[in-house]
């Protein structure tokens, strides 16, 4: 996409957020492929596509000598329900990797699919389900296929029975199948009756189970393993075990971790020594644990070593785990490291040496890195974000950093559109519930090449938040971000108090404080713009999905410092989202508001649909009818009550949508509605054919 218009004189002249621009919301969601979630095989790297024409369905890839080959079944999506969040849906394994297992959505069976590569290319063998059709109801995650015993380890998720919250289990299945026995059970996962109060008298066992990994000899499995009301971040254990010839485990033990360390993604330096990550330090750094060798019979008559920290660093290499197999680290075969590090919200790709503990930073223009993996001696792959064109799966070569994409290049848009990141910090003010800590984010401002507004008028901002909200938003371009700063928005990325890439303390300066710390932080950040002239503060507007979502409703009804707010997904009443969301997060506002339910009044106090009498701000409220993490009720609700308290507000509801949008359509559909809703309420009418949404009780 290119611009001709270079002389100033030339440009429009046109209100900020009428800006015309040839970012089209449907362009936007459809402008290409995005890909995600490498997985390496041999030296093939395979990937997954999420196609514009594909109503979101995710195709399973291979990419060889510069080609790329759809490997899952036509029609397929490729995508496991385990946690509900999903994660770990794809595993290669095999002697010249040509061996996956994939998850088809829409039953939650795992498939089996062989490629082989030879003179005539690639040739595809016919995926076979080889787990049993429960309904959906017992998903599967985090493979490790082991060709030699003909099994793969993995994780179970049991929603079988009613009566006891999903049971998440290690298990071994057979690659052949049918497994209908679902599996031989390895680590039983605990079953806690739903009620999940501690008189309830729940079976011995682990509430969560992640990461499992096998020795390069196969004599020895790792896995991490915590229990309700820890999230992954907060405490873990890290297990191991001998593993037999027929694929049992004996002498477990812990070697690391604990109720306030975590540790997260075990590998094996050698088949005796396992590397991880622990924050014991306050930071997400590497530590290793020598084990005794194994006898002849298989058990290790010797204690393991305490852990040894690698390279202890006050900066993070590593980020909270919401999914299974996420990588943010691998082995190369030279017994090196490559992995990410952030630097105050800046990552960076490097090499560690456990030998020596250096680390050599990588030259690389990546901003953002997902899913690491090793490819071959010199080489790495991972999904990249970057400031001047779309995230995409690429190839690292570890000597210079350059990068390489696997399924060519996405189209770069012209410069003159791009809006590059600002570091921006500021104080969280104490008049707005702040703790005078420094808080962060990137400012993307309006950039058009083609228009002007007005001398003398400043640009509305729009306050983005992402969710979780132990999460982080990358120094990044996206397209649905220049679809705001080419019209004429400023674009305040936040990140807040309980982000990652800071340490463990400014995470947990939000443990007890949802609803406070992080609504001071992006209160204080959008008043810091104001107040330095960059923004008009007269029409600041805050927007946000799920956690995110709950925040931007959270800043509108107890903060004066937003004109409007855009929710996606998220959360009005604290207290019923804690009676009824799913296991993975069933506990995870006791650390963040109070324990549930002995804090009932905390939960009351914060949430914004208790205290619509201090909402005084025009709303829409975006969410999909089958949402199982915050169910779709929370947004009627909260419609309802500021439609009745007479206050502009839309709710617009996306048919079959669970949490987030899939459905480019719909995607397209909610960025047009929050522009046409802005235009509304700040008085403009949006560039092009843009629909109108219906606002409720507008002057």
Wanted: aromatic share 8%; with cysteine.
């Amino acid at each position: 996409m290119s611009s001709d218009a270079t002389d100033p004189t030339d440009r429009t002249t046109a209100t900020h957020g009428a800006w015309p621009s040839p970012f089209s919301a449907r362009d936007t969601v459809t402008a290409g492929t995005v890909r995600t979630t490498p997985v390496v095989g041999g030296r093939s790297v395979w990937w997954l596509e999420a196609r514009p024409t594909d109503a979101g369905r995710l195709t399973l890839v291979r990419g060889e000598a510069g080609e790329a080959v759809d490997v899952s079944a036509a029609g397929c999506n490729v995508r496991t329900a385990f946690h509900e969040y999903g994660g770990g849906a794809v595993a290669v394994g095999g002697p010249d990797g040509g061996l996956a297992l994939y998850v088809d959505f829409s039953d939650q069976r795992v498939h089996r699919v062989d490629v082989v590569s030879g003179e005539q290319g690639v040739e595809v063998g016919q995926p076979r389900p080889v787990t049993p059709d429960t309904g959906g109801q017992v998903r599967w995650s985090c493979f490790r296929v082991d060709a030699a015993r003909g099994v793969a380890f993995c994780l179970r998720e049991d929603q079988r029975d009613p009566s006891v919250e999903p049971v998440t289990s290690l298990v071994r299945i057979d690659l052949d199948g049918p497994n209908e026995d679902l599996g031989v059970v390895l680590v039983a996962g605990k079953r806690r009756p739903v009620d999940r109060g501690p008189e309830a008298g729940a079976e011995e066992g682990p509430d969560f189970v992640l990461d499992p990994t096998l020795s390069p000899d196969g004599r020895r499995i790792a896995w991490l393993q915590w229990d309700h009301p820890n999230m992954a971040w907060i405490g873990t254990w890290l297990w191991v075990a001998s593993v037999d010839e027929a694929g049992d485990l004996h002498d477990a033990r812990v070697v690391a971790g604990g109720v306030s360390e975590s540790v997260e993604q075990p590998r094996w330096l050698s088949d005796d020594r396992v590397v991880f990550l622990s924050d014991r330090s306050g930071w997400s750094n590497f530590s290793a644990v020598q084990l005794a060798p194994l006898d002849a019979a298989g058990t290790a008559p010797a204690a393991s070593s305490e852990p040894v920290v690698l390279a202890p660093e006050e900066r993070d290499f590593g980020q909270p785990r919401w999914t299974p197999d996420q990588s943010s680290y691998d082995l190369l075969p030279d017994g090196r490291i490559v992995t990410t590090r952030f630097t105050d919200g800046f990552c960076s790709v490097c090499l560690l040496d456990p030998a020596t503990g250096e680390v050599t930073e990588v030259p690389t223009d990546v901003t953002g890195v997902f899913d690491l993996r090793a490819v071959g001696e010199h080489h790495a792959t991972c999904r990249a974000t970057f400031t001047d064109r779309p995230s995409d799966v690429v190839t690292i070569d570890l000597r210079d950093g350059t990068t390489r994409s696997v399924s060519g290049q996405p189209e770069a848009p012209d410069p003159a559109w791009v809006s590059t990141p600002e570091a921006v910090s500021w104080t969280s003010l104490t008049e707005l519930g702040g703790d005078g800590a420094t808080a962060h984010g990137f400012l993307y401002p309006p950039t058009n090449p083609d228009a002007a507004a007005p001398d003398g008028e400043l640009p509305p901002l729009i306050v983005t938040l992402h969710g979780g909200p132990t999460a982080a938003a990358p120094a990044a371009y996206t397209r649905a971000r220049t679809f705001w700063t080419s019209r004429g928005f400023a674009v305040l990325d936040v990140n807040y108090a309980g982000s990652t890439g800071y340490g463990r303390a400014y995470r947990e300066r939000l443990d007890g404080q949802w609803g406070v710390a992080e609504v001071a932080d992006v209160a204080s950040g959008a008043r810091h713009l104001a107040d330095q002239g960059r923004v008009d503060p007269a029409k600041v507007a805050i927007t946000g999905g799920s956690a995110g979502g709950y925040t931007t409703l959270a800043a509108l009804t107890f903060t004066d410092a937003f004109a409007a707010g855009a929710s996606h997904f998220g959360i009005s009443d604290l207290a019923a989202l804690a009676r009824d969301t799913h296991k993975l997060e069933s506990r995870y506002l006791d650390g963040l508001v109070a324990p549930w339910p002995s804090g009932e009044d905390v939960y009351t106090a914060r949430s914004p649909i208790h205290h619509v009498d201090r909402l005084a701000t025009p709303l829409i409220l975006l969410q999909g009818t089958e949402d199982k993490v915050v169910p779709p009720d929370q947004a009627e609700l909260m419609f309802e009550a500021v439609r009745v308290k007479g206050l502009p507000v839309a709710l617009v509801m996306f048919d079959g949508e669970g949490h987030g949008f899939r459905d480019p359509a719909n995607q397209a559909r909610a960025l047009e509605s929050e522009l046409s809703f802005y235009g509304q309420v700040f008085g403009f009418t949006p560039a092009g054919d843009v629909p109108v949404v219906e606002v409720e009780n507008l002057p």
